[in-house]
């Protein structure tokens, strides 16, 4: 099965960057959205950062203004600049795709460690 496969991330010091990116490892149908989901220990999956097949972005308001969403050449590929990154921002970063018909396709994640 087709499946994101995440890179990039890694520790930083708090106001550093890191560059996440996403790849299909495969060939994939039509995706309707794709982005990146988050998840520090002991709380729920949270949406960072999305992007349409219309390329409209959504963010959360945590990240608004410090990390960008674009796509690659590729179509299935997308990265997530971050900058400014706080402790807070420290998480398991998910890559999923929903494409327009079938389930949600999820990564396996990549840790982002922030330090203060």
């Known amino acids: 099965q087709v499946q994101p496969v995440e890179s990039g991330g890694g520790l930083v010091q708090a106001g550093g960057s890191l560059r996440l990116s996403c790849a299909a490892s495969?060939?994939?149908?039509?995706?309707?959205?794709m982005g990146w989901y988050r998840q520090a220990p002991g709380e729920q999956r949270e949406l960072v950062a999305t992007?349409?097949?219309?390329?409209?972005?959504n963010y959360a308001d945590s990240v608004k203004g410090r990390f960008t969403l674009s796509r690659g050449n590729a179509k299935s590929t997308v990265y997530l600049q971050m900058n400014s990154l706080k402790p807070e921002d420290t998480a398991v970063y998910y890559c999923?795709?929903?494409?327009?018909?079938?389930?949600?396709?999820w990564g396996k994640g990549t840790q982002v460690t922030v330090s203060s």
């Open positions: 999923y795709y929903r494409p327009y018909s079938g389930m949600t396709l």
């Open positions: 495969g060939t994939i149908s039509s995706i309707n959205a």
């Open positions: 992007i349409t097949s219309g390329d409209s972005t």
